[in-house]
């Protein structure tokens, strides 16, 4: 049986090499458009590639999953992420798992990773064919032919075909599947830090919270985790978080919406004032600028104290019960205007693709058409760092295997 992979990515690779352990009748190419492979791997987790992990405090995949969550429960019954975390350590690569639940390859590189799959695919014979740019996907019969923008002449038959060419920014870039049946969800760009201009938040670029919570006004999920300033407004995971949960809503708004930042991710409000009583309580005479509550970084709250209009040179016992309330406020609803992204580092993700309703959920394969399946970011499934997409182009790929090899071999 002859299978073009289209799309020398994550998905790709793990798919063609688990169809090739699982039977040997399988003949396979791996088309890929640029002059590299598994470049998006390459840059992953700062290029020392954040290949899964470990769920241990995820307790539900909609909370890491904002677009897949069902399918993604479903195929976990066959390869989660301790498959994954198996599977690479029986292929000779040794991982470790961060405090955060990051698992990585130990040697931290991931140069790793993708020697790890070229090597095996060059053992078991998958061809890999690069500056390959696939125009379109055509029925021949029973088959496919793929049609190259380089040259006329069409390919040969093949009796499969897989699409792991992952996401895109713009929909002109599932022009190739224009002549298949398959529902495209327009995409949008998800995980990227929010423009904060013109505010003298901005003044502290470099400083680290470690635990807020973070919202959009009118939207109702929330994030948390870390949040970095940066010169152009804030990032960090708590921010990356809301902005995959809020894609389409930002896309919507022209990414313009009002941002609340609980400092302090603390929301009852009653137990805020109890921390600042029992401070006024034992330092009644030192300055604010002295004492910083749930230890702040310094900077941030002087500047918090001036967004509350309160001085930093006051004392505890002077504040009142006005200058309380609006110290609490500020430190659980600090209010900022967004005006527009910022791409995160040199990793994009997009939420949006082929849609899930366009695949049967069991097999990864399209409804509609025979023998044509779908893995990775190129189907509306989209995550939150952490290396949860990386595990969606492990689990749909390894499906996409299985269920072509159970057809080859019955």
Same mark, same amino acid.
């Given at each position: 049986?002859?299978?073009?992979?289209?799309?020398a990515g994550a998905a790709g690779f793990f798919t063609a090499i688990n169809l090739?352990?699982?039977?040997?009748?399988?003949?396979?190419?791996?088309?890929?458009? *640029? +002059?590299?492979?598994? !470049?998006?791997?390459?840059?992953?987790? $700062?290029? &020392?590639?954040? #290949?899964? %992990?470990?769920?241990?405090?995820?307790?539900?995949?909609?909370?890491?999953?904002?677009?897949?969550?069902?399918?993604?429960?479903?195929?976990?019954?066959?390869?989660?992420?301790?498959?994954?975390?198996?599977?690479?350590?029986?292929?000779?690569?040794?991982?470790?798992?961060?405090?955060?639940?990051?698992?990585?390859?130990?040697?931290?590189?991931?140069?790793?990773?993708?020697?790890?799959?070229?090597?095996?695919?060059?053992?078991?014979?998958?061809?890999?064919?690069? *500056? +390959?740019?696939?125009? !379109?996907?055509?029925?021949?019969?029973? $088959?496919? &032919?793929?049609? #190259?923008? %380089?040259?006329?002449?069409?390919?040969?038959?093949?009796?499969?075909?897989?699409?792991?060419?992952?996401?895109?920014?713009?929909?002109?870039?599932?022009?190739?599947?224009?002549?298949?049946?398959?529902?495209?969800?327009?995409?949008?760009?998800?995980?990227?830090?929010?423009?904060?201009?013109?505010?003298?938040?901005?003044?502290?670029?470099?400083?680290?919270?470690?635990?807020?919570?973070?919202?959009?006004?009118?939207?109702?999920?929330?994030?948390?985790?870390?949040?970095?300033?940066?010169?152009?407004?804030?990032?960090?995971?708590?921010?990356?978080?809301?902005?995959?949960?809020?894609?389409?809503?930002?896309?919507?708004?022209?990414?313009?919406?009002?941002?609340?930042?609980?400092?302090?991710?603390?929301?009852?409000?009653?137990?805020?004032?109890?921390?600042?009583?029992?401070?006024?309580?034992?330092?009644?005479?030192?300055?604010?600028?002295?004492?910083r509550p749930y230890n702040l970084p310094s900077r941030l709250w002087l500047a918090?104290?001036?967004?509350?209009?309160?001085?930093?040179?006051?004392?505890?016992?002077?504040?009142?019960?006005?200058?309380?309330?609006?110290?609490?406020?500020?430190?659980?609803?600090?209010?900022?205007?967004?005006?527009?992204?910022?791409?995160?580092?040199?990793?994009?993700?997009?939420?949006?693709?082929?849609?899930?309703?366009?695949?049967?959920?069991?097999?990864?394969?399209?409804?509609?058409?025979?023998?044509?399946?779908?893995?990775?970011?190129?189907?509306?499934?989209?995550?939150?760092?952490?290396?949860f997409n990386l595990q969606a182009a492990w689990s749909t790929g390894y499906i996409?295997?299985?269920?072509?090899?159970?057809?080859?071999?019955?």
């Open positions: 049986m002859k299978i073009a992979i289209i799309g090739k352990e699982l039977t040997l009748n399988a003949d396979i190419t791996i088309y890929e458009s *640029s +002059s590299r492979v598994l !470049s998006k791997v390459s840059v992953s987790g $700062g290029g &020392r590639c954040n #290949l899964t %992990n470990s769920f241990e405090e995820i307790k539900s995949l909609s909370t890491v999953y904002p677009r897949g969550e069902k399918l993604m429960k479903g195929i976990f019954k066959t390869f989660n992420h301790n498959d994954t975390i198996n599977w690479f350590e029986d292929n000779g690569v040794k991982l470790v798992t961060q405090n955060d639940c990051c698992v990585f390859p130990e040697s931290q590189d991931s140069q790793e990773i993708i020697d790890t799959f070229l090597d095996l695919s060059d053992e078991l014979g998958i061809k890999i064919k690069t *500056s +390959s740019q696939i125009r !379109s996907i055509e029925r021949d019969g029973e $088959g496919f &032919r793929l049609l #190259l923008d %380089n040259t006329e002449l069409p390919s040969d038959i093949y009796d499969a075909v897989v699409i792991t060419t992952g996401g895109s920014p713009k929909r002109e870039g599932f022009n190739m599947l224009s002549s298949l049946p398959l529902d495209i969800i327009d995409p949008v760009p998800s995980l990227f830090s929010f423009n904060v201009t013109n505010d003298p938040i901005t003044d502290l670029m470099g400083t680290v919270v470690e635990n807020v919570s973070v919202k959009l006004q009118g939207f109702k999920p929330k994030a948390t985790g870390a949040l970095l300033i940066t010169h152009w407004g804030v990032s960090g995971p708590a921010i990356l978080k809301l902005s995959s949960y809020a894609a389409r809503i930002l896309k919507n708004s022209d990414y313009t919406a009002k941002l609340s930042i609980n400092w302090i991710a603390e929301y009852i409000e009653k137990r805020v004032h109890s921390e600042l009583a029992y401070i006024i309580e034992h330092n009644s005479q030192k300055l604010l600028s002295s004492i918090l104290l001036k967004r509350a209009n309160v001085s930093e040179e006051r004392r505890w016992a002077e504040l009142g019960s006005k200058g309380i309330n609006r110290i609490v406020n500020v430190l659980t609803n600090d209010e900022y205007d967004i005006r527009g992204k910022s791409r995160f580092k040199d990793e994009f993700v997009t939420c949006g693709g082929v849609s899930l309703e366009s695949i049967n959920p069991v097999t990864m394969e399209s409804k509609e058409c025979p023998n044509l399946y779908l893995a990775g970011e190129v189907l509306d499934i989209d995550a939150i760092t952490g290396g996409v295997a299985q269920s072509i090899a159970d057809k080859i071999e019955n």
